[in-house]
């Protein structure tokens, strides 16, 4: 199975506690808030609404802010917390995804959120007072997580020299010879070990092939382009880039492809392949109880047994896009502690193959999430460069192959689960509308999400 994502940056010219002292001072935000007391995505909003009636003397620190103060002030900033990186990153891909999400699209949906949570947070050192508070509520992520996630992401010798599965990241920033980088943001990508390379973006031809063979190169051809020279802004100053490339064998391989029947509602139906497994693995369904499931899901490990596949299917069919925008960090956060509990039964699981290519600007979802002022003017980046700049554009391409043997991804940037008790043999039929995690579980990290609406046809 391979899976790859490239995620794209274009530049142009909180600890809260159930009580409180009346002296203390409480600065916070909403998804911070939701986030500490583990409320769901679809109820974030009601809740807070909410905790704010009960403690009246807590209010929004200025017109357009995001922060929540009982005293506010120009250098107010949500409080740290011990919210571990991997919650954060749950927490940020899930609502990356679900506000991007293309409700009732009829193609494949395919996003690496944490590709764009790390690229955009390498931008911190170089925001201004005002952007730098956005985005670290938005993005969540500090310097000290992103070098931790950077380290845990690095192979120890043995894995390099017997890998089990082939997982890449790379970044990179091309930058105008116009445009000097103050000495604090230049070390900030120097702790980072973000290479940079001068890029005369005025000669659209040949910047284009650059950066377009930089990005075949680190996703091993699988995403040939990023850019193409009509649509490359002569007059861009920065341009970063990121990749994420896996390539991961099934622990258990697929056997017996049948053609089947692909359905999507109503009369509509596409022919596929049908992959068929027999096997003891580990599953179950979200939902308070088995009489009111929400998702039933089955977890499909690559060799290793560290990275895995989970694939989401409605427990009501065709119910697809209604349960994912209404699935949150605590039903993934209890998924995985049933994975980690290794309680297997023998289930029948029916996939069919699928190849997936996506490209999406991702503009406009992260001004709905409220990453709002990277994207106008007022200097946001005021200690990245002397030059007044902002971010154009965020775009991600991503593609996602599943056949009987493994999975290629790439990409260029509450409710309880429980185990189910069924019959002996039950099923878990992939023959209309799923969903598909690609997780690290050793690090608790989503590396991809995706909603399959269109297998490989026969």
């Known amino acids: 199975m391979l899976q790859q994502a490239l995620g794209l940056l274009v530049f142009a010219t909180f600890a809260l506690s159930q009580s409180y002292a009346p002296n203390e001072v409480i600065t916070l935000t909403k998804d911070a808030f939701c986030l500490v007391k583990n409320i769901s995505y679809s109820q974030c909003d009601k809740q807070f609404e909410s905790f704010l009636r009960e ?17 506010c002030s120009s250098s107010d900033e949500p409080l740290a917390n011990n919210v571990s ?64 996630i950077r380290g845990a992401f690095q192979p120890t010798s043995a894995e390099a020299t017997q890998p089990k ?23 900030s ?30 996703t091993r051809q699988k995403i040939s382009s990023i850019v193409d020279e009509r649509s490359l802004d002569p007059t861009t100053q920065l341009l970063l880039l990121n ?35 027999l096997e003891e693995l580990r599953y179950g369904y979200t939902g308070p109880d088995e009489d009111d499931k929400k998702l039933s899901w089955v977890e499909l490990p690559y060799k290793g047994d560290e990275m895995s596949m989970i694939l989401l299917l409605p427990a009501k069919r065709f119910k ?9 960090i605590v039903d993934l956060e209890n998924i995985l ?80 689960v429980v185990g189910l008790a069924l019959p002996m043999h039950p099923e878990f039929i992939a023959n209309q509308p799923f ?12 590396l991809f999400i995706a909603r399959i609406s269109k297998p490989v046809r026969p």
Not at 172 to 182: R, V, Y
Not at 194 to 218: G, L, R, T, Y
Not at 435 to 446: F, R
Request: with cysteine; proline share 4%; hydrophobic share 35%.
């Open 55 to 71: 403690h009246p003397n807590i209010q929004k620190c200025s017109e357009g802010s995001l922060i929540f103060s009982n005293r």
């Open 85 to 148: 990186y991997s919650r954060k990153i749950m927490d940020f891909s899930l609502r990356l995804f679900q506000t991007a999400y293309p409700k009732g699209s009829p193609d494949n949906y395919i996003l690496s959120p944490v590709m764009v949570q790390t690229l955009l947070s390498y931008l911190n050192d170089g925001a201004s007072h005002a952007t730098r508070r956005e985005m670290k509520t938005v993005l969540q992520l500090s310097m000290k997580d992103l070098k931790e």
């Open 165 to 187: 599965y082939k997982l890449d990241f790379a970044s990179q920033i091309f930058k105008s010879p116009e445009i000097e980088l103050l000495p604090g943001f230049q070390n």
């Open 189 to 218: 990508l120097d702790r980072n070990n973000v290479p940079i390379q001068e890029m005369d973006f005025s000669n659209k031809h040949v910047a284009a092939n650059k950066i377009n063979q930089w990005v075949s190169i680190s």
């Open 243 to 277: 990749a994420i490339y896996f390539n991961g064998t099934w622990r258990y391989s697929f056997n017996n492809t049948v053609r089947d029947t692909f359905y999507l509602g109503g009369t509509n139906r596409l022919p596929c392949k049908m992959m068929n497994l």
């Open 320 to 328: 697809l896009d209604e349960e994912l925008l209404n699935f949150d």
């Open 337 to 416: 502690a049933e994975i980690a509990k290794n309680n297997k039964g023998k289930i029948k699981v029916q996939l069919p193959m699928f190849v997936s290519e996506s490209e999406v600007s991702l503009v406009e979802p992260l001004q709905q999430m409220g990453l709002r002022s990277v994207f106008s003017g007022g200097r946001p980046f005021a200690k990245l460069s002397d030059t007044n700049v902002k971010i154009s554009n965020v775009k991600q391409k991503s593609f996602l192959s599943v056949n009987e043997r493994e999975t290629v991804a790439t990409s260029v940037t509450k409710v309880g």
């Open 435 to 446: 969903a598909a995690i690609i997780v690290d579980k050793k690090l608790k990290i989503p």
